[in-house]
């Protein structure tokens, strides 16, 4: 009698429909469709799915607008004065962006692996070292993939990821989570990007009352948790009505290191992202440097 006392640990990967196996290359290799989740980028979101859907968020954050005017909304005054002007958009907006945001990728994607007189390009994918997100995505940098002696001919300027040509067109905001930082070389390509973008007027950066998506989720959340404490009278606890928001946020110039409600004094593309139980070991390989990270804003 064997008696194996073992829980493995693992991801469980979304249902990926009746077209999921690819082909099968060996007789323990079957090749599989999934989804990818490109990493430190993050484009408006198109979960509205509709117009009418989008204009139900657009009612939605209305009210949510009145609901932070009367003090109503578990905010700070400062993110409650920076987030305000920002509502108007709603969903409509949103949507409208997202959808542009798709189709700049699937242009990137169809110019960028086009090969005349010959098969398209195959992918170049990395992963981060935690690969799989909690949906069970794949995490990962992806671009098309260059024989060697193309890497070394073109300048690392021309053979970039489709995540920093997200960035670049302004149709992603940049989205790096700790400790998934892009290395040395690449992280400036990031940032510099991105500061480009918004300094051109590019993508969402055209109308200053966008949300990026990171925002517009933030804001769906709000919603739902002041809903509660206004309409259904629900007595939530502290830590319930702060789930709108859990990332901290470092300045990646600065090495200033904010609270979930302090990141909006961080320009856009400094901004590094760190989840609670990352935070104090980011603190130390990073030298971060507590700036008002206090009991009302942890």
Same mark, same amino acid.
């Given at each position: ?17 009746? #077209? ?18 490109? %990493?430190?980028?993050? =484009?408006?979101?198109? =979960?509205?799915?509709? @117009?009418?859907?989008?204009?139900? &968020?657009?009612?939605? +954050? ?11 909304? *578990? &905010? ?7 987030? %305000?002007?920002?509502?108007? !958009? !709603?969903? =409509?907006?949103?949507?409208?962006? /997202?959808?542009?945001?798709?189709? +700049?990728f699937k242009d990137q994607v169809a110019v960028r692996l086009a090969r005349p007189g ?5 992918? +170049?994918?990395?992963?981060? @070292? ?17 024989? #060697? ?6 300048? $690392?300027?021309?053979?970039? =990821? ?16 700790? *400790?998934?930082?892009? /290395?040395?070389? @690449? ?13 051109? /007027? %590019? !993508?969402?950066?055209?109308?200053? /009352?966008? %949300? ?11 919603h739902d948790i002041t809903k509660k404490l206004v309409v259904d009278g629900d007595n939530?606890?502290?830590?319930? $009505?702060? #789930? ?10 600065? $090495? ?18 760190i989840w609670p139980n990352d935070v104090r070991n980011a603190i130390g390989s990073l030298?971060?440097? *507590?700036?008002?990270? !206090?009991?009302?804003?942890?």
């Amino acid at each position: 009698m064997v008696e194996i006392l073992w829980s493995p640990a693992g991801h469980n990967l979304p249902s990926l429909g009746s #077209k999921a196996l690819v082909d099968v290359s060996d007789g323990d290799t079957p090749n599989v469709r999934m989804p990818i989740r490109m %990493l430190s980028v993050d =484009t408006p979101e198109v =979960t509205a799915r509709s @117009d009418a859907g989008a204009e139900r &968020v657009d009612a939605e +954050f209305a009210q949510l607008a009145v609901w932070i005017q009367n003090g109503d909304a *578990p &905010v700070s005054d400062a993110f409650a004065a920076y987030i %305000l002007p920002k509502l108007a !958009g !709603g969903g =409509t907006l949103q949507l409208a962006q /997202g959808k542009a945001a798709s189709a +700049f990728f699937k242009d990137q994607v169809a110019v960028r692996l086009a090969r005349p007189g010959k098969p398209d390009r195959s992918l +170049f994918i990395r992963t981060a @070292d935690a690969p799989f997100d909690n949906y069970g995505r794949l995490l990962a940098y992806v671009a098309p993939n260059y024989t #060697k002696q193309e890497r070394e001919q073109l300048p $690392r300027e021309q053979r970039t =990821t489709f995540n920093l040509d997200l960035v670049a067109s302004g149709w992603a905001a940049p989205f790096i989570l700790y *400790p998934s930082i892009p /290395g040395e070389l @690449d992280l400036p390509l990031v940032i510099n990007a991105a500061q480009a973008a918004r300094d051109n /007027g %590019l !993508g969402q950066h055209a109308d200053p /009352g966008s %949300l990026p998506g990171y925002e517009y989720r933030m804001c769906e959340k709000l919603h739902d948790i002041t809903k509660k404490l206004v309409v259904d009278g629900d007595n939530l606890s502290i830590g319930a $009505r702060l #789930k709108w928001r859990s990332r901290y946020c470092a300045d990646m110039t600065t $090495r200033e290191l904010r609270g979930p409600e302090g990141y909006m004094s961080i320009p856009e593309p400094h901004r590094l992202w760190i989840w609670p139980n990352d935070v104090r070991n980011a603190i130390g390989s990073l030298n971060l440097i *507590p700036t008002g990270v !206090g009991a009302a804003t942890d």
